[in-house]
């Protein structure tokens, strides 16, 4: 009697086994996403939470699209750069009043100005796939917020022009339209990249803005204040954005962690750049149930609705292991 139920015991093992067996073939487990990122309010949309009115006065309220105006600056930046570099490398004489720009670089600098003005003026941008290619390659960097960047670097020499001439409000002016620059990539949600350079372009401002405002005096001694007030604000989302940052691009991704943030995130810009690193986990990732997952989404999002993750989920899927290995040495 004892040898047979050892025996049905044994059996009843051997079924629950291959039972196991045979369900993670057919239904493969996938990695679940790790402590970190499931911490409170990862997938959350982090905003300001402040208005740009407490640097500028008030939001811009214009109709149109901003990234009409910034793709003219952009395109005068780019055909000017060397002689935009040449005042740029005069920025201390610039600040003292040392320096002028000769005409060659006046010009465009100016011209810049107009356009970024104008921008500045309207409520919304879209920049990204209005005037950039309608293609993302897998990676971290976007080239455009480069050129857009470089837009606020010539501004800032402009701005530093008039401070050295004592012109204070043509420099207040300039930096709140640089700043407003700035916040119009935060808002566009379109990569990561994008909306962290434009946290970038805001600290730029508002900390110029602040030295502005030490030299005018009492004339504008109540402006620090306010900028402390979104300075603090955005602080704190860049602290976040940084954090995030770190535990998504990783030179080896936690699998659990990209399908998280793709299917869960309420930011686009951050769901966007985890779809780019599904190109990475189809040749790093380490389960089938995880390079089974990876396919499915790839296929899913290719035929999605959001031009930008459709964007993203192809160039995901076009990724060649050539290229995937070049990633590999740039720590991506």
């Not at 793709?262 to 966007?272: C, F, S, T, Y």
Request: glycine share 8%; with cysteine; aromatic share 8%.
């Amino acid at each position: 009697m004892g040898s047979k139920l050892g025996w049905i015991l044994a059996a009843i093992i051997v079924v629950v086994v291959a039972g196991i067996f045979v369900l993670k073939l057919v239904w493969p487990q996938t990695t679940g996403p790790s402590v970190a990122m499931r911490r409170y309010g990862m997938l959350h949309l982090h905003e300001v939470g402040a208005s740009a009115s407490l640097v500028t006065g008030a939001e811009p309220t214009a109709a149109g699209n901003a990234g009409d105006d910034y793709a003219q600056a952009v395109r005068i930046a780019r055909q000017n750069a060397a002689k935009l570099a040449d005042a740029a490398a005069n920025r201390a004489d610039l600040a003292r009043g040392l320096y002028v720009p000769p005409p060659e670089a006046a010009e465009p600098l100016n011209d810049i100005r107009r356009h970024v003005g104008a921008g500045a003026r309207k409520a919304a941008m879209q920049y990204t796939f209005v005037h950039t290619p309608k293609t993302f390659s897998v990676g971290y960097d976007f080239v455009p917020a480069d050129d857009l960047q470089n837009v606020a670097g010539a501004m800032e020499v402009l701005a530093l022009y008039h401070v050295g001439q004592k012109q204070y409000d043509r420099a207040e002016a300039i930096l709140q339209d640089v700043f407003l620059l700035g916040w119009h990539m935060m808002n566009e949600r379109s990569r990561v990249d994008m909306v962290r350079r434009g946290m970038g372009i805001q600290v730029l401002a508002l900390d110029a803005l602040r030295d502005l405002y030490k030299l005018w005096g009492s004339a504008r001694a109540g402006r620090v204040e306010q900028l402390q007030q979104y300075d603090t604000k955005l602080s704190a989302v860049r602290a976040f954005h940084e954090g995030k940052l770190k535990i998504l691009w990783a030179a080896h991704p936690h699998a659990g962690d990209v399908f998280y943030v793709i299917e869960g995130d309420q930011d686009r810009a951050w769901r966007v750049q985890a779809l780019l690193e599904l190109g990475i986990l189809r040749f790093s990732a380490e389960t089938r149930g995880d390079r089974k997952k990876t396919a499915k989404l790839i296929e899913r999002f290719c035929a999605g609705a959001d031009e930008m993750e459709a964007a993203a989920a192809r160039a995901a899927r076009d990724l060649t292991e050539e290229e995937f290995n070049v990633l590999g040495t740039k720590g991506y």
